[in-house]
């Protein structure tokens, strides 16, 4: 069956022994068209065997798996002159009702057991997923029930910040770093939820090159130094920005959504109804004043702040507000929309932990031990990739041709199955012309008023793809004629 994606990502794959390459082909490719568990990938008790041979080799690793989809991720990077790295943290839970998964770490209690996965995810700036260029995976130790909380938070704060959970934001903020030095030729600007607003990476943002900035939502009214000494002077961001006036107005649609614990109190989780929001923009400069840490107090640093704040809200409902800390500059107003736009790409990284866990159910796998679960796991984040992918193509680059995406044996077969016809056309469909083919293979109906494909969809179409590629390789391509 022609996987040539699967050749692309794993190119550059070193497992120590080329018969375990192989059959990571041959285990990503019976994962792309999993349905419930790896038995409904596989074709018999064989290719179940060698799955399972593969995710319990000790000498196989996740992070060589990865590593190859890393370089086949930078590697489409440089072909765009800016790309963003999204970085954010998911609970893979694997919490289980009989026998626990040897390995996994506490998460909210110790009694719920799973892995954090923070992976940095490279989109271009028109959406395109670009693929995984870094990850931490790491389990949590267990929690400490013999002290009370005045006690945990007065250890975190005493504790190194290298010794912190949150060190994990600095470690991506580097690494994207290491990557714009070794690609000069792409600007990547690191982009990250309010969890990450911590003052450490802002100092580190004094030694970026050139071609590296990041965009970070504010969750913390920070202090700031005084351009003066007057006593209207500024003491915080936000008075800051209340000192500056309104550069535009815009709209936003704001979607809904429902809190998942009841009586949430919070302005970010509480449940909201979707509407369309108008949107008042400003912006301004401030030097942020460095907080004291037990090993003393961090340097100030010079920082643009963007806020996007909503006006005249429905009553009952928080306004909208973006406080963006960022290294772009901020100039003019075509530079802010564009840092509004670029952190507004964050979100991705969001559908594509949804298609990880809803659409892989990768927390429904049945694998008894942390090392072959993370093995497995490493597989179906390509996998995940590989659907984002296309749907940002079919979105982003609708009037390319499909075969920069698909080979004519994936898209010819799909196309005379769908069309009833034994007759391939002259002309190449388009990108969005096939992936509309592909999502109605999934079930899409393609009605009036109806939103585009999902993920979920996009990949039921695919799994089917796969399915008539195989069927046209084995019987043949005989009896078609190519009409024009």
């Known amino acids: 069956m022609p996987q040539d994606w699967i050749e692309t990502e794993f190119s550059e794959l070193k497992l120590g022994d080329p018969r375990r390459e192989d059959r990571a082909r041959i285990v990503l490719e019976q994962l792309s068209r999993v349905a419930d568990s790896p038995p409904d990938a596989c074709r018999g008790t064989n290719e179940l065997a060698g799955m399972y ?19 086949a991720s930078l590697h489409r990077t440089t072909e765009y002159d800016l790309v963003v790295l999204a970085q954010d943290t998911t609970v893979i839970d694997l919490t289980k009702p009989n026998r626990q998964v040897a390995g996994a770490g506490p998460i909210e209690s110790n009694d719920k057991r799973g892995v954090f996965l923070h992976p940095l995810y490279a989109i271009s700036e028109s959406g395109v997923a670009l693929g995984i260029v870094d990850q931490v995976i790491w389990t949590r130790d267990e929690i400490r029930t013999d002290l009370s909380d005045n006690e945990k938070r007065e250890l975190r704060r005493n504790q190194a910040f290298e010794e912190k959970e949150s060190c994990r934001w600095m470690d991506m903020l580097q690494s994207g770093e290491q990557i714009a030095r070794a690609h ?40 700031v130094v005084a351009s003066d000494e007057a006593e209207d002077a500024a003491r915080n961001i936000d008075e800051a920005l209340e000192n500056s006036p309104f550069k535009f107005c815009t709209e936003a649609t704001v979607s809904g959504r429902t809190s998942k614990i009841a009586g949430e109190t919070r302005a970010r989780r509480k449940s909201r109804e979707a509407r369309h929001a108008k949107i008042q923009v ?84 049945k694998y008894e031990t942390l090392d072959r ?12 990739w590989r659907v984002e992918f296309i749907k940002g193509a079919a979105r982003h680059d609708p009037d390319s041709s499909c075969e920069k995406y698909f080979s004519r044996d994936e898209w010819i077969p799909c196309y005379l199955v769908a069309n009833q016809t034994r007759e391939i056309p002259s002309v190449v469909p388009t990108t969005s012309e096939f992936l509309l083919l592909i999502s109605e293979l999934g079930g899409y109906l393609n009605k009036k008023g109806q939103g585009p494909p999902g993920s979920m969809t996009i990949w039921r179409g695919l799994r089917r793809l796969e399915a008539y590629a195989e069927a046209y390789q084995v019987f043949g391509k005989q009896n078609l004629t190519c009409v024009g």
């Open 53 to 71: 041979r593969f995710v319990g080799n000790s000498n196989i690793q996740p992070d060589d798996i990865l590593l190859a989809h890393h370089q």
């Open 184 to 223: 000069p030729g792409t600007h990547y600007v690191n982009v990250a939820d309010s969890e990450c607003d911590i003052c450490e990476l802002y100092v580190e943002s004094t030694s970026f090159p050139e071609n590296y900035d990041f965009i970070i939502r504010g969750c913390h009214n920070r202090s």
């Open 282 to 365: 400003r912006a301004c400069q401030v030097t942020v004043r460095g907080p004291d840490r037990p090993g003393g107090r961090l340097p100030d640093v010079v920082l643009n702040v963007v806020e996007a704040i909503e006006v005249d809200p429905p009553d009952g409902e928080e306004p909208i507000r973006w406080v963006l800390l960022t290294t772009m500059p901020i100039d003019s107003v075509k530079q802010i929309e564009r840092i509004i736009g670029l952190y507004a790409l964050r979100w991705n990284i969001e559908l594509y932990f949804k298609t990880l866990k809803s659409g892989m159910r990768v927390e429904k796998l």
């Open 373 to 384: 679960y993370l093995t497995a796991m490493s597989m179906l984040m390509i996998v995940a």
